[in-house]
């Protein structure tokens, strides 16, 4: 019995603890770089150079981490790396990777790397396949939206 009011008692308490945490946080102005709430990997770990260089989403590797922006970016090889290091803005995602349309509307979501869009040699990330598609309808005048809105929607 007393071992089950521990449990109890330990639960409550990490339920507790984050509950004040997701309160504390929710007033606290988010992040340059979109890394997640576990995490300070940016694009969820994906290699930005790679959309670039292959034309398609690459998880990076931990041997090729570089420290950018409060983040941590991962990448694929030390090429890709070496190529981040030398002009990480041509190779960072808009809007610190969160999702593209989310800005274009005024606030920020996730994005996931999944969802991706080269345009005049920028990326963009979206939420999920349904948000791209709308987003791609009229990409050119929500990035114009999107433009206005960054990064003042950074709360």
């Known amino acids: 019995m007393k071992s089950l009011i521990s449990k ?11 509950f004040s945490l997701q309160v504390n946080t929710s ?7 979109y ?3 576990w995490g300070n990997k940016a694009v969820s770990g994906y290699d930005t150079v790679a959309y670039f260089t292959e034309g398609k989403p690459v998880k990076g590797n931990s041997k ?3 420290k950018y922006e409060g983040a941590e970016w991962f990448f ?4 890709n790396l070496e190529l ?6 041509k190779y960072s995602p ?3 990777g969160y999702c593209a349309w989310a800005v274009s509307q005024g606030h920020t979501a996730s994005a996931d790397p999944k ?6 040699g920028k990326l963009y990330l979206n939420y999920d396949a349904a948000v791209q598609k709308d987003w791609l309808k009229d990409k050119t005048g929500f990035i114009e939206l999107a433009d206005q809105n960054w990064p003042s929607v950074l709360k």
């Open 84 to 89: 981040f290091k030398n002009d990480p803005e």
């Open 115 to 120: 969802q991706w869009h080269i345009d005049s």
């Open 8 to 18: 109890y008692t330990f639960l409550a308490s990490l339920f507790a603890l984050l």
């Open 76 to 79: 694929s090889s030390a090429t």
């Open 35 to 37: 890394t997640g709430f």
């Open 94 to 96: 808009q809007y610190g």
């Open 64 to 66: 090729f981490k570089y």
């Open 27 to 33: 007033f606290a102005k988010e992040d340059q770089v």
